[in-house]
Structures are given as structure tokens and as C-alpha cells.
């Protein structure tokens, strides 16, 4: 990528994330252009693949939970094409490092809604929630367990009692009890992470 | 009277539908309080009484209709009454046993037919009717439990237009809820009362009387088995769905003399049930009164039990072979002993002997050496229920020593108990807000148990513990979740934060608090942050060691979770070794830091000032122990705080004034809040709008003023007006406390009492003299005996009627009052015209009394009050004259070892003595050794009193002679060598006294005194002048009758 279009590039994200300097994001543009030719450099892809996406995520941020990787990569994938583009790369990340409460709600509930249907139902939260509790032998039917904890969601978040969340429900209660932000899984890394995360990559240049 | 029948009321357990009452003690009063109720409706409330009910009451009677007199139509077996309601329905019906009643007249008139079968019917009444109060007013009113709204819909019915019905209804309504809450009460009490069973103590007298039976003459019982060998976790046999009624075991029990007895153990005492039935099975129907353990039950049952077991008593101390007793007996005296520690108390052994307590909830019951007293004289007296088994236990507590001293715990038990229940209930409103500021001593809190012995458990403590296994068995999503629901409980709620304990749900959440996972300890500490307002609480989180965790936490990237770390820690860190905890961890350091935040150069902004808020509570609750205030200055906090001082948030000033005017205790603070100018934000927060900020920053000036220096500071800085001002507040006592402190401290400096005497603040405050608390009191007093500087204002206390109030208060009996009134009855007896009202009201009369007060502080203040009365009051000699022993008293003072006492004792003296009559007295009461005695002193003070009350006392007789023989002599000539001119003047007024006598003229010249005498000669204050010279020429002319004597 010549000198030009990365600066290029680099101004208009910074000013269409608002979260980023040019800076940074020319700090993120070329980690991603080292990542991607570590992870496939036979290939002349243009972005991440799901793998090689997981691996990035689990590499910078610790995160693990599979189910919840993948749809965290439907979500920065925003066309849909199946891999990342340094665009969506950065748009991604400036919501992980650095989103508000607002973009943060958005993000997660597209994370959990895994069908797209702008609501959470049952089943996706039990789809979520299955591996949550440890299975002790003395219990009855672990998966009794599981719907248990849907219905203390359910009473916790759903505020128009119609039995799925939609996004209203879900930002209201999270606006209530920000700690709902990540009720069905991890999807944003820990502050610890993100802060090693950023010191990494952006030597120097992390203003207090 | 439906919520009382429904929670205190025992129905019997085995039946479901319709069910019957028990007949117990406790539903005997019930059901004649419900009886005198109705008895008396008709009389007490006429109008209510002919309310028609919307169904009638209808029961099955035992009445036969002959009973049925004037007012009703009997015909054969049916009656009617005669009164009718509206549509013509008779208002009482009776056919075929079936009673309908429509009114409380009827009712009334039922229980006076019934006589003494009342109790009955009103039995049949509730059983047929279980929640009359349907059948009355209609289904809506039906009882509920929680919150019960129908009153308030009612009262709106009323509000909405005047219907006669309606407002009756809500009259009755009214009535039946007072009898429901007269009920519930009287029901409590004897709950209260009631001893309950736990598994252990059932299974330890098993054992003991096990060890008693067997085949043989002398056992006291054949056998004695369990109907099951299975034991459950907690201990008991019972089935569980029968455990559900409470009950713990079955015995099958083979005395002697009798048929085996199926008996049940539950956790409401010892009852005989229905015995095997067919295949096994027992019938589980109580069968007999219920009684407090298996021996009392086995007395009532069999003669040869109790016959035996007084034999059993040699046997028993000679064969210590029964391991099982003998320690037993040791831990019950063990605990008799500690119960009666517990009742002399010091609170620190209350957490140890309150666990005591609890256990002993269960061993009060359990049968140890005194069963054998009561065995014996059981027999000699026959017994029908439980409750007369209860009374003669005591009885027999009076005539045998050993039940003697098992009484003794018994109501050392019921005291501890009863002050439990009264400070438990304090714990829970504000006992120890933060806001209770301490003194210079360290203030501690102690958890007070609260009472245990019920098994019913509050719905909080299932629902918290349905969850908590999500949280024990979840990962971190599941433990988020089921953390955030369980904050919808209201923490604020006891039995809610006690389920946190019981549950076991309180380790699981500081587990959590010890894992990488920032979001289970967000939701964690949320939730301890609430429920650690409870005292039990805190120190189950101390124990736990969850502070070191949360000091760790402080270090946190996180800003939310450092700030509820620090929050948590404000909560926790209200008891002394909490707050050692979380000194030795460094925690003082980092909370200190947390103050740090203020970002350079930018506006606060809202989250460092959060931080900082937080930061401030928690050192704020740390900075009660010195220890702690020294630790915050050494980590630097002092500037901070001085920072934080200058900002205009009270959210965050109150708590950093709060430390600051807890840390003012120590003088290292009070110049840091000098130098660091600190004393011009605590006068501009004076005028703060938070009344608490205000409190907070009196009382730091409070603290602070007694440095002269701080007091100017605060008068420069105009705060003397702003306090002026809040005196007008006297509602809030704290406030007002802080504020008239203040006060008092900055009146010590003479340019502020002018000041306040342009705000006629002494007015105000002689306005306060009455009807306020004693903390208030001491400072009132305390700043108007400072205000007595200015001879104005001893004339403006008069004026207000403010001397009649303080001499009332000289009859008080705080201690530190009494000084403070001391000293301001005496600088208000220095004018005539007060000492005339202070005489009228015999007020030296109470000051004489005063020195006989026990405390030092008291004697000396009244001592200095005494010399301007004697020297004011009209005929003073005659008034000191007739206190009888009054003159003994005083002079007997002159052995205290207070410096202070005697210093004013001498002065006080010094004005006696100038009544002439009354010297005589003092002389005969040897007070010229007693102050020969203390001339040998080093205090100056005391130096120059001393020598003017030896000058005065040497009018008298051959006193002169005496302070010679005494040797005061000498060291008065030392006096004149000190360089306090007061010493020396005083010292020359009396030498020149004491040289009349010639024998004191030579220990006078031997000492040199001639030279130190000549000087004063030279000085220009006439008394002075005169008496050097005096005794100059006393000296002179003897040693000229010598040489006369000698050479002429």
C-alpha cells in the first residue's frame, strides 16, 4: 500500500470512527496488513477469514468462546463477504477499544441476536447459555437448569413481556444495569487486555 | 384479625381444607381476645354493631336453643332473632346446630348466651370462617399477605362522595385491623416466649436418658428407640415433608409402669402422636399438651421415671464411666458461667458469648444436673400443662440451689436476648451512620447477634439461594446474570442481607472478588456494597477476608470497580479491626491515591471526581482510628483533601470534611488545616445548603479553634457570622451540637466575643439553655462562660433570663456539663446584681454541693465558681455559715492530689477566710497544717493562691504561730525569688502577715528575705508597697527589741 492511499485512508477513518487519530488508525491499518500476510500469505485475500479472524481476536484480546467469536465476526463483517476488510477492521476495533455505551449496545445485541431478526428469543439464549453451568452429577436435567436462568433473564430484561428481547428491551436494561452489556457471552475484551492491547499497538502515541 | 389467624394462630398441621385449632395456650388467648372483642363491640361502637354483613358467620353450635331468651322467637329446634335487617332477614338463624349470625350485636349477644361455652363457640366460629373479615365486608377485603390495599381503595370511595355504608365499612375495617395488630402483638410476645427444639438437643437427652434405661429395677426406662435410624443432614428423622411441620424425630419410649409411648419431637416441643397405625405408617396427630423436652413429658407420664430418677442421682456422680455426661454437665456450667460474664458485660465478649447464646437456645433445654431437682419435687406435685411444668421449674429454682443457678441463667439469658432484639433493631435505622462523628477516642462498633431460633426462613432466603447456585455452578455469564437479579431484592432490607449470610451466598460473592473477571466483581461488589450496611454483615466480610481483596481491587484499571471497592470498604470499615485490616494492607495508601485523580490542567471531570468521592468515604470511615489518620498524612493525603476542599460538589465535600474533622483530633492535622489554609473553605462551607456539610465543618472548627491562631482565621475569614446564623436551626441536633461548639472554642478569644456580641449571638444562645440534648448543653454553656469575658455580656445573660437556667443545670450530672455550667456560674457571679439572682436561687448552695462530685474537674471548677459568690453574696459569712459540713467539706479538699483542685480549693479559701467567724471554723478544721502542707509546691498558680489564702488565714487566733510551727515560712520566702510578680505579690502580702508573729521574723531573716522585700518597696502598687514595707519594719523593730533586750 503506497504511502499515500495509507494516509488517505487512515484521515477518513479517523474522522468516520471519531474514536481513532489518524495516527492510531494508520497503527491499526498496518497491524492489519502484518497479521493478514502472517495468516495467509499464499493468497492475495483482501481481508481476514473467519479463522484466521478467531485467531486474531484470541491472540490480542483473549477471547475464547467460540460461538460467540463467530458471530462477533458476522458483526465487524459488515458486507457480508465473508472476510474483513482493514476497513471493517478498524470500524470493528473502535467500538471494542473505544465505544460508547451506546455503540457497545448495538454491537453486543447484534452479537447475540444470531439469526438477524432484531430480536433475542429463547432459543438463541439457550443456544448461548447452554455450556454457562458447570453439569454437576446430582442434578436433574441440566438443560431444566439452563431454561431456569433464560426465565431470570427474561423477568431481568424483558420489559414489554412479550418473551424474546428485542433491542429496546435489551438497550433499556442495559442502560439500567450496565452490567447486562455482555449478558450472553464475552463478546468485548476485558480492560486488562485492551489496555496491553493498546499499548502494543499504538506506542507512544496513547494519550492519557 | 385475618392475618393474625393466619400466621399466629396453630392450626393443626395434618389437616388441609378446613383444619382445626389447637388447643394451645397460644390460641386460647387469641380466641379470648377475639371473644372480648366481640363481647364489647356492641357496647363500644353501637352505630358499627347493627352493620348487616354481607355473608352471615355460620358454624356448627353446641348452643341448644332453650338458651335462647328475650329478643328471639324460638319455635322447637330453630331460632330466630327478633331484630331483622333491612330486607327482613333475621339477623340471627339457628336450625339444626347450624348458628347464621348477620351482626356483631348478634354476635355479642351469642357470647353472652354462650357463658362458658364462649370459647367454643368462637372456636367453631374461626375454624368454620376462616377469614371472617370475607364473610363481613365481602371477598375484596380478604386477607393478603404483603402490602394490603383494600383500606386505601376504601378510604378513596370514601373521599369520593358521603355514602353512610361505605364509611362504616371503613370504620369496621378499621377496628378489625386494630384487633389484628393487638393480636399479632400479644401472639408475638409468647412466640417470643416459646423455647424451641433443635435435633441436637433432642439427640443429647436421648443419649443421657439412653444411658439410664435398660432391663433392671432401677433404670428409669425399659428403652427408649428412634422409630428410624436414617439421619438427614441437619440432623433430623423426620421425613422431610413432615420436617416441613417441624418435626425432628420419633421415639418409641417403654417406661416401666406404663404401655410404650409413640412419642414426636418437634421443634415446638415434645408431644405423644397417634402411635403405629396398620403397615407401619405412624400416625402423626398430636395427641397430648405439648411439652418443653422428653424428661418433662416422661414426668407427667410416668411415676416410676421420676421415681427412679432421683435414685439415678448417686449413681450419676459416681460413675464418671459416661463420658457423654459428665462432659455435658462440664459444658452447661461452662456456659452458666459464661452467660453470667455475659450479663456484666463488656461488649467486646458479646461476639463470643452471643455464639454462646445461640447455642445455648438449643442447651437451655437439654436436661443437665438439675433434672434430677426438679424429677424430685415433681412428684410431689401434680401438673396439667406445659405451662404450669414452666412455673414450677422456676419455683423450684427458689428452694434448691443448684436450679437456683440454672435460673440465674435463665434470665441472664432472657436480658442478653431482650438487649439484642433492642440494639438489633437500632443497627438496622442509623446506630452508626458515618455520620456519627467520634471523638478523640476511638470509635468501635460491636455486631450485635441478632436473635436466632426460628426455622422459618424469609422467601428472600430462597430466592437468593436459587440463585447463588447459578453463581456457585455458573461460569462468568451465568454469574453476571444471576447477580444482576439478585439485586433486585431490596438490600435495604435485613432479612434480605442476612439471606447474603445464611445462604452461604456471602463467600461465594468475595470468592469472586478474588477472579480476573472485572464483570463478577462489578456485580459482586454492587451487591456487598448494599448489603454491608448491615453490621452483621460487615464483619462476616471481614472475616471472610474480603477487605485485603477489595484493597487489592483498588489497584484495578477499572474506574467503576475501584470505585465501588472503595465505597464497599466505606461500608465495611466501621469497626476497629476492619479498619486495622485495611491499614496493614496497604489500603490507606491506595484510597489516598484514589484522591490523586484530579486531572492536571481539565475541569474535574465526573468520573475522577466519583473516584475521589469514593476515595474520601472510605477514609473517612478508616480515619476513626489514630492509627489510620497518621497513615493518611504519611501517604500524603492532607494536601489532597486541602484540594478536594476548594471544589463546590458537597457530594464529595462531605465526605473529605468528614475525615478532616475526624482527623482534627490530632494536633498534626490541626496545623495542616492552618498552614494549608484550610480554615477559609470550612468557613464558606458553613453556608453550604447541606446540613451535614455544615455539621461537618463546624465540628471541624470545633476541633481546630482550640489554637488561637485558627480561631483569628476563622474571624478573619467571617465565619463567626455564619455560625451565628445556624444557631437559628435547632432542629437538627447534630448540626446544632457542632455549631455551638464551634462556638464555645472560638469565644475563648476575646476579639470573637465582641464579634458575636454584634450578632447577639449570646441572646440565641441563652435561648438554647433548655429542652436541647446534653451534648448541645455542654457547648451552650461552654460558650456563654466564655462570653462572660466581656462584662457586657454577664449583664445581657441576666437581662435575657439566661442565670435562672444555668443554675438548674448545676443540678445536672454529666460531667462535662457540669463544668462548663461551673464555670459559667461563676463568671456570671463576678457582677452584684447576677450574684443576687444566683443567691435567691440557692445556687451557691448547689455549687458547695458540687465539690463533693466524685470528679476532679468538677470539685476545682466549682471551687473557682465559689470564690466570686462568697466574695459577691450580701452577708456571705452568714450564707457559707449555714451550708452544714460545708466549711469540713472544703478544707478537707486541701488532700486532694488534683493540682487544679487545690490551686482553687486555696482560693476559694482566700475568700472564705475574710469572715472572720467562718476562719475560726476552717481553723478548727486544721487548714493551717494543710496548707503548711502544700507549700512545698513547684506550680505557680497553685503558689500564689496558696499564699493568699495563708495571708487571710492568719487573722485568726495563734494561727500566725501555727503556719510557723508548720514551716510554710520557708517556702513562702522562696516565692518572692520566682519571676511570676503575682507569686511574689502574694507572697509579700502574706510574709507580711505571718511577721506580726516574732518567731516567723526570724525564719523570715534567716531566709534572706530583707533584699527580695526592699526591692518590692520601690513598687508602685500601693498594697504591695505597703506590705513589703510592713514587713520590713516588722523585721526591723524586732531585731532592734533584740539588741535592746540584749545590750540595754
Known amino acids: ?113 444470531l439469526n438477524g431478526d432484531g430480536y433475542i428469543s429463547r432459543e438463541e439464549m439457550f443456544q448461548m447459555l447452554k455450556d454457562t453451568l458447570i453439569k454437576q452429577p446430582a442434578d436433574e436435567d441440566p438443560d431444566e437448569a439452563i431454561k431456569d436462568l433464560i426465565e431470570i433473564v427474561l423477568k431481568k430484561m424483558d420489559y414489554d413481556h412479550d418473551g424474546k428481547l428485542s433491542f429496546a428491551d435489551f438497550e433499556q436494561a442495559v442502560k439500567d444495569e450496565n452490567l447486562l452489556l455482555e449478558a450472553f457471552g464475552p463478546c468485548l475484551p476485558d480492560i486488562k487486555s485492551r489496555i496491553a492491547f493498546e499499548e502494543r499497538v499504538f506506542p507512544d502515541t496513547r494519550k492519557l | 384479625m385475618g392475618a393474625a389467624l393466619e400466621r399466629a394462630a396453630q392450626w393443626t398441621a395434618a389437616g388441609s381444607g378446613t383444619g382445626t385449632l389447637e388447643i394451645t395456650p397460644l390460641n386460647e388467648s387469641l380466641l379470648n381476645q377475639i371473644i372480648k372483642f366481640a363481647e364489647e363491640f356492641s357496647t363500644k361502637h353501637p352505630e358499627e354493631a347493627a352493620f348487616v354483613f354481607r355473608e352471615p358467620l355460620e358454624w356448627k353450635t353446641q348452643l341448644d336453643s332453650s338458651v335462647f331468651g328475650k329478643g328471639y322467637v324460638v319455635n322447637e329446634a330453630a331460632v330466630q332473632s327478633e331484630a331483622t335487617s333491612r330486607d327482613g332477614q333475621p339477623l340471627l338463624l339457628l336450625s339444626a346446630s347450624t348458628l347464621r349470625v348477620r351482626s356483631f350485636d348478634q354476635l355479642s349477644r351469642v357470647t353472652q348466651i354462650a357463658m362458658e361455652k364462649k370459647l367454643k363457640e368462637a372456636q367453631a366460629c374461626l375454624e368454620a370462617n376462616r377469614d371472617p373479615i370475607v364473610k363481613i365486608l365481602g371477598p375484596e377485603y380478604a386477607t393478603v399477605e404483603g402490602e394490603d390495599t383494600s383500606i386505601l381503595h376504601l378510604f378513596d370511595k370514601v373521599k369520593r362522595g358521603y355514602d353512610p355504608e361505605t364509611e362504616m365499612k371503613m370504620k369496621i375495617i378499621l377496628l378489625l385491623h386494630q384487633l389484628d395488630l393487638q393480636l399479632l402483638n400479644s401472639s408475638l410476645k409468647q412466640i417470643s416466649q416459646d423455647v424451641r427444639l433443635n435435633p441436637a438437643a433432642v439427640n443429647s437427652e436421648v443419649n443421657l436418658l439412653k444411658n439410664f434405661s435398660g432391663k433392671g429395677e432401677d433404670t428409669v426406662l425399659e428403652s427408649l428407640e428412634y422409630t428410624s435410624d436414617y439421619v438427614f443432614a441437619n440432623g433430623c428423622r423426620a421425613p422431610p415433608w413432615r420436617q416441613v411441620h417441624g418435626d425432628i424425630c420419633y421415639l418409641v419410649i417403654k417406661p416401666h409402669d406404663t404401655d410404650p409411648l409413640y412419642i414426636t419431637c418437634n421443634t415446638a416441643g415434645v408431644f405423644l402422636n397417634g402411635g403405629l397405625l396398620k403397615g407401619k405408617e405412624l400416625d402423626y396427630e398430636r395427641k397430648s399438651d405439648v411439652y418443653k423436652d422428653i424428661v418433662t413429658f416422661l414426668r407427667e407420664r410416668s411415676p416410676r421415671f421420676v421415681e427412679n430418677m432421683a435414685k439415678q442421682e448417686y449413681s450419676f456422680f459416681k460413675e464418671p464411666a459416661y463420658e457423654k455426661n459428665s462432659q455435658y454437665v462440664e459444658g452447661a456450667d461452662a456456659e452458666v458461667s459464661g452467660q453470667s460474664q455475659n450479663l456484666y458485660d463488656s461488649t467486646e465478649k458479646k461476639v463470643k458469648s452471643s455464639a454462646a447464646g445461640r447455642r445455648s437456645t438449643g442447651k437451655k433445654l437439654q436436661p443437665t444436673m438439675q433434672w434430677k431437682n426438679t424429677g424430685l419435687s415433681a412428684s410431689q406435685r401434680p401438673k396439667s400443662s406445659d405451662k404450669a411444668s414452666k412455673k414450677d421449674t422456676e419455683e423450684e429454682g427458689r428452694s434448691s440451689t443448684v436450679s437456683s443457678k440454672m435460673k440465674k441463667k435463665f434470665s441472664a439469658n432472657a436480658k442478653s436476648l431482650k438487649i439484642n432484639r433492642a440494639s438489633g433493631r437500632k443497627t438496622s435505622s442509623s446506630l452508626e451512620d458515618v455520620s456519627d462523628s467520634s471523638s478523640d477516642a476511638e470509635e468501635d462498633e460491636q455486631p450485635i447477634r441478632r436473635q436466632e431460633g426460628t426455622t422459618d426462613l424469609s422467601p428472600e432466603y430462597w430466592g437468593i439461594q436459587k440463585l447463588s447456585k447459578y453463581v456457585k455452578a455458573g461460569d462468568p455469564t451465568a454469574t453476571v446474570i444471576a447477580l444482576c437479579s439478585m439485586r433486585d431484592f431490596n438490600m435495604a432490607q435485613e432479612s434480605c442481607q442476612l439471606a447474603f449470610k445464611d445462604t452461604g451466598c456471602l463467600e461465594v460473592l468475595i470468592n469472586l472478588l478474588d477472579t480476573e473477571e472485572t464483570n463478577c466483581q462489578t456485580g459482586s461488589l454492587k451487591i456487598l456494597k448494599e448489603i454491608s450496611q448491615n453490621i452483621l454483615i460487615r464483619h462476616a466480610i471481614a472475616d471472610l477476608g474480603g477487605l485485603e481483596i477489595m484493597v487489592k481491587i483498588l489497584d484495578s484499571p477499572d474506574k467503576d470497580l475501584k470505585c465501588l471497592a472503595a465505597e464497599t470498604i466505606a461500608h465495611v470499615a466501621r469497626f476497629k479491626r476492619a479498619r ?20 492536571v490542567g481539565t475541569p474535574y471531570q465526573a468520573k475522577d471526581t466519583e473516584i475521589a468521592r469514593c476515595g474520601a468515604l472510605a477514609l473517612w470511615s478508616c480515619s476513626k482510628s489514630t492509627k489510620n489518620k497518621k497513615a493518611i498524612r504519611k501517604a500524603g493525603g492532607i494536601p489532597l483533601l486541602a484540594t478536594w476542599l476548594k471544589c463546590s460538589d458537597a457530594n464529595i465535600l462531605i465526605p473529605v470534611v468528614g475525615t478532616l474533622q475526624e482527623c482534627a483530633s490530632e494536633p498534626s492535622y490541626r496545623l495542616a488545616i492552618k498552614t494549608e489554609g484550610m480554615i477559609e473553605n470550612l468557613v464558606k462551607n458553613l453556608s453550604s445548603e447541606h446540613e451535614e456539610l455544615q455539621m461537618h465543618c463546624a465540628s471541624a472548627i470545633f476541633k481546630c479553634a482550640e489554637d488561637k491562631q485558627i480561631r483569628d482565621l476563622v474571624r478573619q475569614h467571617g465565619g463567626l457570622q455564619p455560625l451565628s446564623v445556624l444557631l437559628d436551626n435547632s432542629e437538627n441536633k ?80 454529666d460531667q462535662a456539663l457540669l463544668v462548663n455550667v461551673n464555670k459559667a456560674v461563676g463568671a456570671c457571679a463576678t457582677e452584684t446584681e447576677n450574684m443576687m439572682i444566683i443567691d435567691s436561687l440557692d445556687g451557691v448552695r448547689l455549687l458547695w454541693s458540687l465539690l463533693k462530685n466524685p470528679n476532679p474537674d468538677v470539685q476545682a471548677s466549682a471551687a473557682w465558681a465559689l470564690c466570686p459568690c462568697v466574695e459577691n453574696a450580701k452577708d456571705s459569712g452568714e450564707m457559707v455559715r449555714s451550708f452544714v459540713g460545708g466549711l469540713e467539706l472544703i478544707v478537707s479538699l486541701l488532700k486532694s492530689k488534683n493540682k487544679e483542685v487545690l490551686t482553687s480549693v486555696c482560693a476559694a479559701i482566700a475568700n472564705i477566710a475574710k469572715d472572720e467567724e467562718n476562719l475560726a471554723v476552717m481553723t478548727d478544721h486544721g487548714v493551717v497544717p494543710l496548707l503548711s502542707k502544700l507549700a512545698n509546691t513547684n506550680d505557680n498558680k497553685l503558689k500564689r493562691h496558696l499564699a493568699e489564702a495563708v495571708c487571710n488565714c492568719c487573722m485568726w487566733g495563734s494561727n500566725r504561730a501555727a503556719f510557723g510551727e508548720y514551716k510554710a515560712v520557708g517556702p513562702l520566702v522562696r516565692y518572692m525569688k520566682t519571676n511570676d510578680p503575682s507569686v511574689q505579690r502574694a507572697a509579700a502580702l502574706a510574709l507580711y502577715q505571718l511577721s506580726e508573729e516574732a518567731s516567723n521574723c526570724i525564719i523570715m531573716h534567716e531566709g534572706g528575705v530583707v533584699k527580695l522585700l526592699l526591692v518590692m518597696v520601690g513598687s508602685t502598687d500601693d498594697p504591695l508597697q505597703e506590705a513589703a514595707a510592713g514587713c520590713v519594719a516588722n523585721i526591723r523593730r524586732l531585731a532592734l527589741a533584740t539588741e535592746k533586750a540584749k545590750y540595754g
Open chain 2, 734 to 813: 447534630k448540626l446544632l451540637a457542632a455549631v455551638t461548639g464551634a462556638i464555645w472554642k472560638c469565644a475563648i478569644s476575646i476579639e470573637n466575643v465582641s464579634k458575636f456580641r454584634e450578632y447577639q449571638t449570646i441572646e440565641t444562645l441563652v435561648g438554647l439553655l433548655t429542652d436541647q440534648p446534653e451534648e448541645v448543653l455542654i457547648n451552650v454553656v461552654g460558650a456563654l462562660g466564655e462570653c462572660c469575658q466581656e462584662k457586657i455580656n454577664r449583664s445581657t445573660i441576666r437581662r435575657c433570663g439566661g442565670i435562672p437556667p444555668l443554675v438548674k443545670l448545676l443540678t445536672a450530672t
Open chain 1, 1 to 113: 500500500m503506497s504511502r499515500k492511499r495509507l494516509q488517505f485512508l487512515a484521515e477518513s477513518l479517523s474522522r468516520s470512527t471519531k474514536h481513532f487519530s489518524e495516527v492510531e488508525v494508520e497503527c491499526l491499518i498496518k497491524l492489519f496488513d502484518a497479521l493478514l500476510a502472517r495468516s495467509c500469505s499464499q493468497f492475495a485475500v483482501s481481508g481476514f477469514n473467519r479463522i484466521a479472524f478467531r485467531d486474531t481476536l484470541f491472540a490480542a484480546f483473549g477471547m475464547t468462546d467460540d460461538v460467540v467469536l463467530d458471530r462477533v465476526f458476522s458483526t465487524f463483517d459488515r458486507s457480508n463477504s465473508g472476510c474483513i476488510t482493514v476497513v471493517e477492521w478498524v470500524e470493528g476495533l473502535a467500538i471494542l477499544l473505544r465505544g460508547t455505551l451506546e455503540e457497545k449496545i448495538k454491537y453486543c445485541f447484534a452479537v447475540y441476536d
Open chain 2, 580 to 599: 486495622k485490616t485495611v491499614r496493614q494492607y496497604g489500603g490507606i495508601r491506595k484510597l489516598v491515591g484514589l484522591l490523586e485523580c484530579v486531572s
